[in-house]
């Protein structure tokens, strides 16, 4: 435990010189990876570990952003505090959409998932003078004073959106080794053999779908503070359909594969972007290169690497240590 | 040694281990493109090294060298606002590219990047973080959208970066004391609804009309504008549509059961042709009347042929649309005596020819002709504030058909447009062109002033 938390002081301090060292924009991205490595962590939990799909997490992002947007623009309360009711409220809404899951498999749980991915963020057209209908509502975010006035603001986000996912990652990690995590696990191998084995199916199940969604809440509020505006368009099926894919390209079940599956999809569009324009390319090219380039990777990553980067590296690694897994394969 | 708790057990350490790895390759991609630290400081306020005719060409602001301005903007290139809007950008930099071939700004060539943002705000806020903080630009340079620009308007504020003749006519731009380095352009809504609203009031007594608009701030100031002037007991119903749900049916039904014969509509144009298109599916042909923004006729009659493809269907796109009512603030692409349209349809030929030559093409040639007259107005060597004040000493009138607002007290662009009517595919001028202001009992009136000529060589004088 000691050694789990000195290695996420080492990181965050990784983090803190690079956003120094780097320009803005950088910082800007870096916030964004720790955004999403909120959200592709709760997610791959969740189909990783307990088995159940969700297209649908946009959804809980667009809770935790207007949640969060809300109470800074009329109550003006701490983001710490803030940030715990942005958790808490799609949690709450998780554990109803849990319930419901519990009854589901496969294809059905993903049909029930998805039409949440695409209903609940037009509440906010429904009721446009809570929540600024399409246009949204800004989110004003600013570094506290301590800091100094000439600190970037980018900077501070970007240590804000780490140290955010780095805590997420911190008890995910301890959460998938405890006994809630085990039970997980044998509920996804095998439903019977666990409920036999006095694992409660239905409370595991729901139990991923709470945390998952808390997850994910945190990720819409980190979001909003990043981008400076909640807005339905943000929050679209599309995005529920990228968390997943970072999920699965990253390697499901696997936290690190969070962490590469997050900056595939924030990195890779910007680079391809760059070469697409310093090539001279036709707008019409370059604008839509960045989407075919990402179809590719992930076919590319799907048929190279049928459980993800992290899958990758696990088997490189393995491959290093070859007669060591001998070993632990015989005594087994 | 229990064998499954080895396999079922976690690893913190390779976890973090794989932390470890996850922000190096971070490190390395980041420092890849870019380890510059250079956060696009504001301009100094006062040109030291600006002033006589001959000074040097120096850097005088982010984005400016001796050779080159650097400038950014976002762009719907992809996504339901990319039909007819992006071809707007490359019109932009066609015009840009006929500068940079003669002679430049003060010899400084014009570099212009404009990233794709789908029309999405999330976006909209990313790729301006890059243009501004990564590409340092001068100034941002005709943004387009309404709820786009909007998530960005209070980032570029902060930043201090000029944020010129942004694509919208939302009234929003105009806030010299909360955005001071913010312009608007185009005619504004609020403005365009007033002048529509007072033609309908005058060529439709008694019918019954109906809006139908898009639900944000374009939408809402266009009908703030056409209830100045309609008299609300004509209006027998009141549709908006999300941009991002092309299931219009539900509207116009509504449209269709209170009877209205005249509809009025803020719309983007690919939800003009999915309007006149749901109207035809219900067997209703209500008069259109359309805001400029939505009515360019080459767009609408290729996006209405297009869509009935997808449904299986032949339409004649160019009969469908003749007979629309709306409004022009430059002039028609049609005008080929007009000395703008001869210069930016020799500009268009020979940099931009891959795109037909419309109402599109002809607003990214326009705006980009008003920066080149702003740059060369803010001096020799400018700092960003030099651009500002320039912006707002007033500029000449220039392509549009009525003179600009500019002053340090208004950011309003153009003030007036003249109303016409779709025949043959080009929107033929019914009348001199109206002018007016934003109040709702400011006087519509017809502006008497000459339009300028277009400079002989096609660049503004310094």
Known sequence: ?332 | MNPHRRVTSPRPRRALAAIAVGTAALTAAACSSSGSSSTGTPGTGSSSSGGGSNAALTASAPGITATTITIGSHQPLTGPAAPGYSEIAPASNAYFKYVNAHGGVFGRKITYTYLDDGYNPINTSSVVRQLVLQDSVYALFDGLGTPTHLAVLSFLTAQKVPDVFVASGCDCWNAPSTAPDTFGWQLDYIREGKILGQYIAQHFKGKKIGYFYQDDEFGMDGVKGLDYEIPKSMVVARESYAPTNVNVAPAVAALRAAGAQVVVSFSIPAFTALLKLTSLKLSYAPQLVVSNVGSDPITLAGLLQAFAKQGGQTVNGNQLISGIISDGYLPSTGATSNSWIALFKQVHDTYDAGAPFDGNVLYGEAVAYTFVQAMFKAGRNPTRADLVSAIEAGLPQGPAVAPYDYSSTSHFGITGTFIGTITNGALVEQGSALTTDITPTGAITSYTGTEQQAPANGIPSP
Request: glycine share 10%; aromatic share 8%.
């Open chain 1, 1 to 332: 435990m000691r050694r789990t938390l000195a290695g996420l002081m080492i990181t965050a301090l990784i983090v803190v010189f690079l956003s120094i060292k780097l320009n803005a924009f950088r910082d800007y991205q870096i916030a964004e990876i720790g955004v999403y490595v909120t959200a592709v962590a709760g997610l791959s939990v969740l189909t990783g570990l307990s088995g159940q799909i969700s297209l649908g997490h946009g959804a809980f992002m667009a809770i935790g952003g207007y949640t969060s947007a809300l109470l800074l623009l009329h109550l003006g309360w701490p983001f710490i505090i803030v940030l715990l009711i942005a958790a808490a409220a799609p949690a709450a809404a998780g554990a109803i959409v849990g319930i419901a899951a519990a009854r589901l498999r496969g294809p059905y749980l993903a049909g029930a998932t998805l039409m949440l991915g695409v209903a609940l963020p037009a509440i906010a057209l429904a009721y446009p003078g809570t929540f600024g209908g399409d246009q949204g509502l800004n989110v004003v975010f600013t570094a506290p004073g301590w800091l100094g006035s000439s600190f970037p603001l980018t900077r501070w986000q970007a240590w804000v959106t780490t140290a955010t996912a780095l805590v997420t990652l911190f008890l995910l990690a301890n959460l998938s080794r405890s006994r809630i995590g085990r039970n997980w696990r044998a509920v996804r191998d095998d439903e019977v053999a666990a409920a036999l084995a006095g694992v409660n199916v239905a409370m595991s199940r729901v139990l991923a779908f709470v945390v998952s969604a808390a997850c994910a809440g945190l990720a819409g509020a980190l979001l909003a503070i990043t981008t400076a505006l909640v807005a339905p368009t943000a929050y679209t099926i599309t995005l529920s359909i990228t968390l997943l894919t970072a999920a699965v390209i990253g390697g499901l079940g696997t936290l690190p594969g969070a962490i590469w599956g997050s900056l595939i999809i924030v990195l890779v569009p910007t680079y391809i972007t760059d070469l697409a324009t310093s090539h001279g390319l036709s707008t019409k090219i370059s604008a839509n290169i960045p989407i075919a380039a990402y179809g590719l990777i992930l076919i590319l990553v799907m048929l190279a690497f049928p459980r993800g980067i992290q899958g990758a590296v696990r088997r490189l690694f393995v491959g290093f240590a070859q007669h060591e897994k001998e070993g632990t394969s015989e005594s087994s």
